[in-house]
């Protein structure tokens, strides 16, 4: 916070948890500047080993989908289950595809 | 508990009989137990009783480092000295996973802040006791953060997304914060009779405290009915404090340590514990201002917070500069380019 009570920024910060992995939401945190973010990031989300790498994004950069349109965003998946490997019966004859 | 205060609030008003649609629609998910998040509908009162509580725990964390930290330097060997640091270290921590689901509610950090340094805001009654002795460390996290965990498992599931997130990461770290208490006191009552009986003393300064944690009986709590209609609150004051003592009775017969309650015994048609009467009168004072520590933590707070201004305006100030120098910079090569 700067002397008129403003606080830093805000960051989210994402954690790999193991190589080969995605990275992953954990939290948020304010810092001043990027390089603070990722250096509060290490002291605050991996005191235990939780991650191998971090990204730190501004979190007024992040546009989110309006929860509003939930239904509209989401819902006509529900009926498209063909979609999926497990619609399809396969003669056991055939084993494993 | 952490956010016991929550519990004393008279003006917390009464759910409307008459919803809206926009209401109705959101008790229609609270029934279906999902997750309510930063961007969804709320009503105005489960947002403001949100921030209330989830600041209130934010500022215990954060208030709680303080009887621990001063036995840092304190500690008796390095490895007791590691640990007590990482603890101490894991408040700071669950203060800021806290704070920062507080945050996602519309309030800045500085506000927050504001209101535990003016004190307009709570914090628990537990952290304006003295730390005195070595075995005082050991019965906060036997006895306080075990009794922390009672209260925080449940709010796991809590309705609001960030908080009951931030609750499931405090709670893992939680967890060895309690283990490491147990062993401080196990220690001691295997150590010289001085140390055993400093563990007693110890025992008996803090046991009625910790049970007066859970808040106020529910009869008097005014704020139960409705945080639990918003799947705020799981379980009652009473019961967490009753499943508190019949968990920790056991633990301290093994531990051959005495409950300083003379009315404390078994009783099997309850299937419970029997405990003696809370001493409220205590309780009320420590919330109101008076307790041993109370002005010595908050002069200790503000005192890190203002001392530490300088810093925080000096990373600003570099940020604002390293931002300036970059856009000089671009405008510069665009310049040369052109």
Known sequence: MSASGQDWPLWEVFIRSRQGLDHKHVGSLHAADAAQAIALARDVYTRRQEGVSIWVVPSAAITASDPGQKAENFDPMASKIYRHPTFYDIPDEIGHM | ?338
């Open chain 2, 1 to 338: 508990m952490y956010t016991q205060a929550m519990d004393l609030d008279r003006s917390a008003t009464p759910a409307d009989a008459t919803f809206t649609s926009e209401e109705q629609a959101f008790n229609a998910r609270i029934a279906r137990d999902e997750k309510i998040e930063p961007n969804d509908w709320m009503p105005e009162s489960y947002r403001s009783t949100l921030i209330r509580q989830i600041s209130q725990h934010a500022h215990s964390e954060v208030v709680g480092m303080l009887p621990e930290g001063g036995w840092i330097t304190r500690a008796p060997s390095l490895k007791r000295k590691e640990i007590l640091l990482a603890k101490v270290q894991d408040e700071g921590g669950h203060g800021l996973y806290l704070y920062a689901a507080a945050e996602t509610l519309g309030v800045c950090r500085a506000e927050l802040i504001d209101a535990l340094h003016s004190g307009r805001a709570k914090y628990s009654s537990i952290f304006n006791y003295p730390t005195l002795t070595w075995a005082d460390i050991g019965m906060i996290g036997w006895l306080v953060d075990g009794a922390a965990i009672m209260n925080q498992v449940p709010l796991c599931r809590c309705s609001y997304g960030p908080y009951a997130r931030a609750m499931i990461r405090i709670c893992k770290e939680e967890s060895f914060h309690q283990r490491q208490g147990f062993d401080i006191v196990h220690t001691l009552v295997r150590g010289t009779p001085e140390q055993r009986r400093m563990a007693q003393e110890s025992l008996e300064r803090w046991w009625w405290p910790t049970l007066m944690m859970f808040g106020p009986h529910d009869k008097d709590s005014t704020h139960t009915a409705q945080a639990t209609a918003w799947g705020i609150k799981r379980i009652t004051n009473d019961d967490l404090r009753q499943k508190f003592v019949d968990v920790t009775v056991p633990q301290a017969e093994y531990l051959g340590l005495e409950i300083p309650d003379p009315e404390l015994r078994w009783n099997p048609e309850r299937g419970h514990y029997d405990f003696g009467p809370i001493p409220w009168d205590e309780f009320w004072r420590v919330v109101k201002g008076d307790g041993p520590c109370n002005k010595e933590r908050m002069a200790a707070r503000i005192q890190a917070f203002e001392e530490g201004r300088w810093v925080r305006e000096a990373a600003a100030a570099h940020a604002a500069k390293a931002r300036a120098r970059a856009a000089a910079a671009s405008v510069a090569s665009e310049e040369a380019a052109a």
